[in-house]
């Protein structure tokens, strides 16, 4: 499977730019928008429920099951133990944008 080139990255100043200039907002109140965005999605995430935004996707937890893993340094197994991780499944309308459509 090939990756995508990674042109740019939009950091959290930058999305805050962005917002703010979207919707006439100050970058005072586009931060608190993003702040309280991003900590309504970690707190709901770690309670184990998922947020669910229609047309643009899911956040959900997922289970990572113990696996063995080895080092790359010395070649050496090692357990690996299992964990929870936070996943983001996009919906169809975001892949049709993304994808031209």
């Known amino acids: 499977m090939s ?3 990674r042109e740019k990255t939009m ?3 930058q ?3 962005a917002m703010a200039a979207k919707t006439g907002s100050t970058k005072t109140e586009a931060n608190h928008a993003v702040t309280a965005l991003t900590e309504i999605i970690a707190d709901t995430l770690k309670k184990g429920d998922s947020v669910s935004l229609i ?3 899911t956040f959900e937890m997922r289970e990572r099951a113990a696996r063995t893993g ?3 340094r010395t070649g050496e197994e090692l357990k690996i133990a299992a964990s929870r991780v936070p996943a983001f499944k996009p ?3 975001l ?3 993304v994808n031209g459509g």
């Open 11 to 13: 950091n959290r100043n």
């Open 55 to 57: 047309g643009f996707g």
């Open 91 to 93: 919906g169809a309308p």
């Open 95 to 97: 892949k049709a944008t």
């Open 15 to 17: 999305l805050i730019n």
């Open 70 to 72: 080895r080092n790359p």
């Open 3 to 5: 990756r995508l080139k």
